[in-house]
C-alpha cells in the first residue's frame, strides 16, 4: 500500500524488495521527514555527555535508541520531543527597588 511511486523493478532483488514494501502497511510520505541522529549527534543536539544519557536512558527518563547493525541510533523525532517536554525554568522574580 505505497502511496510513493518508485521505477518498475529492473532484477530479480529489486521485485524481491518491491514486493516486500507493497506488504508493508505505512504511508511513507509521513515519516519521510525522522532521520536517525548518531551517539555524537544527540550529544551535539543535547548538549549532554553520553553517560548522562545513558544513565537518564536507563532509569527511562530520555528516549532508547534503535539498534541498527551493529550501531545504536536515536529517531530524531523522539530526541526532539524529549528535549520540547522538558520543564520551563522559571526565575525568581527581581527584587523590587524602593
Same mark, same amino acid.
Given at each position: &500500500?505505497?502511496?510513493?511511486?518508485? %521505477?518498475?523493478?529492473?532484477?530479480?532483488?529489486?521485485?524481491?524488495?518491491? @514486493? @516486500?514494501?507493497?506488504?508493508? =502497511?505505512?504511508?511513507?510520505? #509521513?515519516?519521510?521527514?525522522?532521520?536517525?541522529? #548518531?551517539? %555524537?549527534?544527540?550529544? %551535539?543536539?543535547? +548538549?549532554?555527555?553520553? !553517560?548522562?544519557?545513558?544513565? &537518564?536512558? *536507563? =532509569?527511562?527518563?530520555?528516549?532508547?535508541?534503535?539498534?541498527? +547493525? #551493529? *550501531?545504536?541510533?536515536?529517531?530524531? #523525532? =523522539?530526541?526532539?520531543?524529549? &528535549?520540547?517536554?522538558?520543564?520551563?525554568?522559571?526565575?525568581?522574580? !527581581?527584587?523590587?527597588? @524602593?
Amino acid at each position: &500500500m505505497r502511496k510513493t511511486k518508485l %521505477a518498475p523493478p529492473a532484477n530479480r532483488h529489486e521485485r524481491r524488495v518491491a @514486493a @516486500a514494501l507493497d506488504q508493508v =502497511e505505512c504511508d511513507f510520505d #509521513s515519516v519521510r521527514g525522522d532521520r536517525f541522529l #548518531s551517539r %555524537a549527534a544527540v550529544c %551535539a543536539k543535547t +548538549g549532554l555527555s553520553f !553517560p548522562y544519557i545513558w544513565k &537518564m536512558t *536507563r =532509569e527511562g527518563k530520555f528516549p532508547p535508541g534503535r539498534q541498527v +547493525g #551493529s *550501531r545504536t541510533l536515536w529517531i530524531e #523525532s =523522539e530526541v526532539d520531543a524529549w &528535549m520540547l517536554a522538558r520543564p520551563v525554568r522559571v526565575y525568581r522574580k !527581581p527584587a523590587e527597588v @524602593a
